[in-house]
């Protein structure tokens, strides 16, 4: 449910973003701009790198395959990342390319990919990940597009978490946690306290994976509920609840 | 992620169902078990219709083309509907068909279409929206499977609401909410009281809309933190957070 200022056409690029930038546009990014929005020259869209805030912007056309993107006033300023990280075991196709979508909704900082036991695809194509979270800030107002790390495997994460994590608190939707109460699960964390959750893949984590990680220190086990979730509706319900609880939409 | 023993296959059925019973299927059933399943006699499924709980039946092979299950024990009771209804401007589609599934998913005991100013879809395929809840309840081990209401229009369903609903609860998750944290927007609501959530159409609500909701005694708005968000995506983030709170999560 996008606010209504949000109806303008948002665009990612990679060049940098000021007053007076001229944002050249390939044979693509004009064809979209000219002959699938129809937009003319002097028409305005919202711009953002994910460095420099968003940026009010007026398509300059040069003829009728060739078009050119003129940067006037700053609209927002660049916000941080969300020091939330997400962590998921990849899903196929489709149904990752959903999941990477909702987690950027959701104000994830960084997407990182996990492998375990059941999970279901071993290669993840990164790229595709990226042009799917860029797509989702285009879409929902996101200016700090999240960091994608490569995959790593569940038991090097856990081995190396406290060397590279520092402080961060891993939060693992547990299914086969006996409660049922994801909010009880976080009320011995504190407000301000680094992040991550972490998803498991649609077979779950085996019986010695979810025994590694709550042997861990830094892991909170919290459970979502009575009912079996698919693993793309687990992100966003894990995430809703964090956020709520302890993230920026406290 | 389904737990383990959710990976047996669910079917929805019509029929009633007891010990001893056989349940007859059509040629488009017996070909999906023993051509695309490629289920044989003695394979168990588990069958379920929202009345009589769920039981283990094994497959009755009746020629290469025909087949029928016959219920043994029963393996869970049924449950009751969830007191939580599911209120939400219909949206295009495979969107549509998300939405449902997630709602589903999230223990939603109605599924309540309403129609808004700005909502894009008119006209609602209820049968396709009750195959999609079946489909989400065989999956995510559901037994109750939720009502399907008449689309509604919005200012005629609250001049209804306490004739009809009477102590009911209204969420309704208002993005233009000053704050930001929908748990605060839940504070004054006791364990137990009947509630529904309301979710708008990806054009938001009219301003006239929000006034009117705001005006109404049963309503308590929600915010859903400082992002857009997509409807599909407010759908889960706000049931989780009201199930964490005062639902079957708590």
């Not at 460095?51 to 609209?75: F, I, N, P």
């Not at 071993?122 to 597009?145: D, K, T, Y």
């Not at 979730?229 to 992100?235: F, S």
Request: charged share 25%.
């Amino acid at each position: 449910m996008p606010r209504y200022e949000f109806r303008m056409q948002r665009l990612h690029v990679e060049d940098g973003l000021s007053a007076g930038a001229e944002i050249a546009l390939d044979r693509a990014q004009s064809n979209y701009l000219l002959n699938v929005l129809r937009m003319k020259g002097g028409d305005e869209v919202l711009l953002f790198n994910g460095r420099d805030g968003e940026w009010r912007a007026a398509l300059r056309q040069e003829g009728r395959k060739q078009a050119s993107l003129v940067a006037s006033e700053m609209t927002r300023p660049q916000a941080p990342l969300p020091d939330l990280h997400y962590l998921f075991a990849p899903l196929k196709h489709a149904r990752l390319d959903y999941m990477v979508q909702k987690a950027v909704e959701m104000g994830a900082g960084a997407l990182r990919p996990v492998v375990t036991r059941y999970t279901q695809s071993g290669r993840v194509n990164l790229e595709r990940m990226r042009s799917n979270a860029v797509e989702a800030c285009e879409q929902c107002g996101v200016l700090a597009v999240p960091a994608i790390d490569e995959p790593v495997a569940l038991e090097a994460l856990l081995a190396g978490w406290q060397a590279s994590e520092g402080a961060r608190i891993l939060v693992f939707c547990d299914e086969g946690e006996a409660s049922q109460n994801p909010l009880a699960a976080l009320d011995d964390l504190s407000q301000g306290v680094p992040l991550a959750v972490l998803v498991g893949p649609e077979g779950g984590f085996s019986e010695e994976e979810r025994a590694l990680l709550r042997a861990q220190p830094f892991v909170v086990p919290m459970p979502l509920g009575p009912r079996v979730l698919r693993a793309d509706t687990a992100a966003v319900a894990a995430l809703a609840v964090v956020q709520a609880r302890l993230g920026d939409w406290h």
